[in-house]
């Protein structure tokens, strides 16, 4: 993601990767795997909002927090998009919601809404891996390493244990 302005970024260690917090100094704007960072985007230090969202993550995964409090902005998207992302927010920890269920909420078609996920800017924050096919499937996710990253975030939010 080029962009004509630094981000602020912090890095963490996390169950499913490394991971990047980018601020552009006052909110959230995109959370990434460190191996899917574009080189071209301009990075500078940490701030606050990036060292937040790195504690939050960090807590999250600590078992200590189950919805995140953090001033986050979508720098990019349509207006359905981020329709689709804001729907996202309102999926409590531990539930899932279908790409249908996304698509009567914002008028839209359950394909699309399968597209909008794949270009979640802040997953995790705003949690796509709890959007599941019409059957309960996991069809697909962006992040890390794909579905077995969706798999064991919904496994780890519903406290189930990976025995692989």
């Not at 970024?9 to 552009?24: N, T, W």
């Not at 078992?63 to 409590?92: C, H, K, S, Y």
């Not at 597209?115 to 890390?144: E, Q, W």
Request: with cysteine; proline share 4%.
């Amino acid at each position: 993601m080029a962009t004509d302005t630094a981000l602020h970024a912090s890095r963490l260690e996390s169950p499913v990767g490394d991971l990047v917090a980018l601020s552009d100094g006052a909110h959230l704007v995109r959370l990434t795997w460190n191996e899917e960072l574009d080189e071209a985007t301009a990075l500078v230090g940490e701030d606050a909002v990036s060292r937040e969202t790195s504690r939050q993550i960090k807590a999250y995964f600590a078992r200590e927090l189950t919805a995140f409090e953090l001033p986050i902005r979508f720098a990019r998207g349509t207006d359905f998009e981020q329709a689709v992302w804001r729907g996202m927010l309102e999926i409590p920890h531990g539930e899932t919601r279908t790409y249908g269920d996304l698509a009567q909420l914002t008028d839209g078609i359950a394909r699309a809404v399968g597209t909008a996920c794949g270009r979640n800017p802040i997953p995790i924050v705003v949690p796509c891996h709890r959007v599941v096919g019409a059957d309960g499937k996991l069809v697909g996710f962006s992040g890390g390493k794909g579905v077995e990253t969706k798999s064991w975030l919904l496994d780890f939010e519903r406290g189930q244990k990976r025995l692989f």
